[in-house]
């Protein structure tokens, strides 16, 4: 064996460790949270969990029923306020705008996710929160102020991400399209977007993975009333929230309780990015076939 | 086990006092001496004490050089659980002790008056106990129910382990619920916030922590002051507890003794909390 030979191995062995610890430790997290969560579920029953409506945790009441419907009302939301404008701004960006346009704006875009999330939720209460309060009612703690600002935070995933699926498109196609005499928009609208569905969905889910995940801003803004809400002007806790909220108080059952809630997140999650994966997946076979 | 600041007090006047004096300092200077880490004392719990702690902290680091305390916030659980597993020298609770964690010695080192509060615009002054309870169980939804506008009420709470929602529960509410619809936030100052910029707001906090953007509304006519508040006549009042495993010595003796000297106590009276010292049997 040749020292090349030797050194080879031993970067190999060096790498091979690192990513074993990277997902090792992810591996631990998971195993942990289920340990500490999964236990109180089956005790209490996996019924109260997801279909309780009473979180009251001193007197051992666990419905995560409000902050599951609040976090996927929030979530939806934000996709609703969110996703149009992202998808404008990517098909301008890719489809109208000038390359030195591009080239500032999409780095700006791209520094929008770099702005930490309690500066957004900052902004949320002294701007947002007393103008839906003034203007439109109730505490102005609400799914909607929650929703807005959420949307807000998405914008840079899926435009960024969306940018690149439109790009990714083989020249050929915009060019076959405007050569049989197709405008730009209607290019866009019947060859190009069709074509990039997967990536779009793809970066659509990851903006929702961001939603559901996001957790100091929420808290400032949505009120964390552990209630379902019957109007979007009404405050709402997420699943994120309330474990943030509380985990600091939290001892005993309740502290269990509050790992259960990170369970069922974690599913969520899991099962966002399981769909994130496939589609994507199917994006790559779809541009070999 | 109790802990009773007066009697410790006390005790310290009749003994002689120079020799106190001298044992002190010895303790002090083999306490602060020893380098950095052996001068660090750990204070950690309720978010109600820490501002105050921190103002105790930073006179006592005035006069004792070399002795760096370290105030943390977390709650009084996790304060509780702090001293229990020995993370920090001094646990500080909002609420009283519950029966499991009576291992610990407590030390009442202020008291502190929950004020009800609202916005300055609001036109009401006074509520009974009855109607704070009906308005935090969600019974009274407008304003106008009691004297005001026709305007919905904003119930802001604190979070479910908070001691200071555990003292409010305790005093105001006794068996029933805070109603699920309340605003919740995690801290004195976020629901001030609330309060100050929300003319429909009511919600709770700290008396030491009221200032002029919120106004503080009297019970049953009784005004929420020290003097009121001493005499009995304002009902909602709530011990500052210090807790440790063991009856505090060395440092954090040391720094236990500041805080229920004359100078600690009137430290946090000038904040607007209750000193122990002058407490009415």
């Known amino acids: 064996m040749t020292s090349l030979d030797r050194r080879e191995s031993l970067v190999r062995a060096v790498l091979l460790l690192a990513a074993f610890s990277a997902v090792s430790v992810l591996a631990v997290i998971t195993v942990f949270i289920f340990v500490e969560g999964t236990p109180i579920m089956f005790r209490r029953g996996v019924g109260q969990f997801l279909f309780g409506q009473d979180w009251f945790p001193g007197e051992g009441r666990f419905g995560l029923l409000p902050m599951i419907i609040g976090s996927v009302q929030v979530t939806l939301g934000a996709l609703l306020i969110g996703v149009p404008f992202a998808l404008a701004c990517a098909v301008f960006l890719t489809e109208f705008s000038s390359p030195r346009l591009r080239r500032i704006l999409k780095p700006v875009i791209e520094l929008l996710a770099?702005?930490?999330?309690?500066?957004?939720?900052?902004?949320?209460?002294?701007?947002?929160?007393?103008?839906?309060?003034?203007?439109?009612?109730?505490?102005?703690?609400?799914?909607?102020?929650?929703?807005?600002?959420l949307g807000i935070m998405i914008l840079p995933t899926v435009i960024s991400i969306s940018i690149d699926a439109l790009q990714a498109l083989p020249p050929s196609y915009r060019e076959g399209a405007l050569a049989m005499g197709a405008t730009r928009w209607q290019t866009v609208r019947m060859?190009?977007?069709?074509?990039?569905?997967?990536?779009?969905?793809?970066?659509?889910?990851?903006?929702?993975?961001?939603?559901?995940?996001?957790?100091?801003?929420?808290?400032?803004?949505?009120?964390?009333?552990?209630?379902?809400?019957?109007?979007?002007?009404?405050?709402?806790?997420?699943?994120?929230?309330?474990?943030?909220?509380?985990?600091?108080?939290?001892?005993?059952?309740?502290?269990?309780?509050?790992?259960?809630?990170?369970?069922?997140l974690f599913i969520i999650i899991m099962v966002l990015n399981t769909v994130a994966n496939l589609s994507s997946s199917r994006r790559g076979r779809e541009r070999k076939g | 086990m109790r802990f009773d600041s007066t009697e410790a007090a006390g005790g310290l006047q009749l003994a002689a006092l120079p020799a106190l004096l001298a044992a002190a300092a010895v303790l002090l200077l083999s306490a602060c001496s020893r380098g950095a880490s052996s001068g660090e004392l750990t204070v950690a719990g309720s978010t109600s004490i820490q501002p105050f702690c921190d103002r105790w902290a930073e006179v006592y680091m005035e006069d004792h050089a070399g002795c760096?305390?370290?105030?943390?916030?977390?709650?009084?659980?996790?304060?509780?659980?702090?001293?229990?597993?020995?993370?920090?020298?001094?646990?500080?609770?909002?609420?009283?002790?519950k029966p499991e964690e009576e291992d610990l010695v407590e030390i009442v080192v202020a008291r502190d008056g929950l004020a009800i509060i609202v916005h300055p615009e609001n036109v009401l002054e006074s509520l009974s106990l009855q109607e704070v309870r009906a308005v935090f169980e969600g019974s009274v939804r407008s304003w106008s129910v009691l004297g005001g506008p026709a305007k919905p009420v904003h119930v802001i709470t604190r979070e479910e382990g908070s001691g200071t929602r555990g003292a409010f529960q305790e005093l105001v509410m006794g068996d029933s619920r805070i109603f699920?619809?309340?605003?919740?936030?995690?801290?004195?100052?976020?629901?001030?916030?609330?309060?100050?910029?929300?003319?429909?707001?009511?919600?709770?906090?700290?008396?030491?922590?009221?200032?002029?953007?919120?106004?503080a509304l009297k019970l049953d006519g009784v005004e929420a002051t020290e003097e009121s508040i001493e005499s009995g006549a304002y009902p909602l009042v709530r011990p500052f507890l210090f807790v440790a495993r063991e009856a505090p010595r060395d440092r954090a003796g040391n720094?236990?003794?500041?805080v229920l000297s004359e100078e600690g106590q009137a430290l946090i009276k000038k904040e607007g909390l209750i000193p122990v010292r002058r407490r009415t049997p």
């Open chain 2, 68 to 97: 760096a305390v370290n105030v943390q916030g977390g709650g009084s659980s996790a304060g509780i659980q702090a001293a229990r597993s020995g993370a920090a020298h001094i646990g500080m609770s909002s609420r009283p002790l």
């Open chain 1, 191 to 264: 060859v190009l977007l069709p074509s990039a569905r997967s990536g779009i969905v793809a970066s659509i889910i990851l903006g929702m993975g961001r939603a559901v995940g996001e957790t100091m801003a929420v808290i400032m803004i949505a009120g964390n009333a552990a209630s379902i809400p019957r109007s979007p002007l009404e405050p709402v806790r997420t699943l994120t929230s309330n474990i943030a909220l509380e985990m600091s108080y939290a001892s005993g059952e309740h502290r269990e309780a509050l790992f259960a809630t990170g369970v069922i």
């Open chain 2, 180 to 215: 699920r619809g309340a605003i919740v936030q995690d801290s004195n100052g976020t629901v001030r916030e609330i309060v100050a910029g929300d003319p429909n707001a009511v919600g709770y906090i700290s008396l030491g922590l009221v200032d002029d953007r919120v106004r």
């Open chain 2, 255 to 258: 720094f236990l003794d500041f």
């Open chain 1, 114 to 149: 770099g702005i930490p999330s309690v500066v957004y939720g900052f902004i949320g209460v002294i701007v947002l929160v007393p103008f839906i309060r003034d203007n439109l009612g109730g505490p102005g703690f609400s799914v909607l102020t929650a929703s807005i600002v």
